[in-house]
């Protein structure tokens, strides 16, 4: 499970759902996650900050909790349209790192 904080230097917080604890705090946004989406086999995270204030769009790596990828690019989050590009976007980078193996 993983959950966006609000309001300033918020966290994005990844929980292990079955063991019921903390997997992992990152603390990468400054003005609230708008939203967070796990790629389809779990591997990756993806989180948006609040616009304005925080536009910004990491995936983190599920493995190790550590950033894999940042972006600046995000402009604004409007609720279904952002999660519907959002996915669309990790799903793409999923491919791309594959066919480079």
């Given at each position: 499970i993983?959950?966006?904080?609000?309001?300033?230097?918020a966290d994005v917080i990844?929980?292990?759902f079955?063991?019921?604890?903390?997997?992992?705090?990152?603390?990468s946004?400054d003005?609230g996650?708008?939203?967070?989406?796990?790629?389809?086999?779990?591997?990756l995270l993806?989180?948006?900050?609040?616009?304005?204030?925080?536009?910004?769009?990491?995936?983190?790596?599920?493995?190790?909790?550590?950033?894999n990828?940042?972006?600046?690019?995000?402009?604004?989050v409007?609720?279904?349209?952002?999660?519907?590009l959002l996915?669309?976007?990790?799903?793409?980078?999923?491919?791309?790192?594959?066919?480079?193996y």
């Open positions: 993983a959950s966006g904080q609000r309001g300033e230097n990844v929980w292990d079955e063991e019921k604890r903390l997997l992992y705090r990152m603390q946004h003005a996650v708008a939203v967070v989406a796990f790629s389809h086999d779990e591997k993806l989180s948006v900050g609040v616009t304005p204030g925080d536009n910004r769009l990491f995936v983190w790596d599920m493995a190790s909790g550590l950033m990828a940042q972006s600046n690019a995000v402009q604004s409007d609720s279904q349209v952002s999660h519907a996915l669309s976007f990790l799903q793409h980078r999923i491919r791309c790192s594959h066919a480079s």
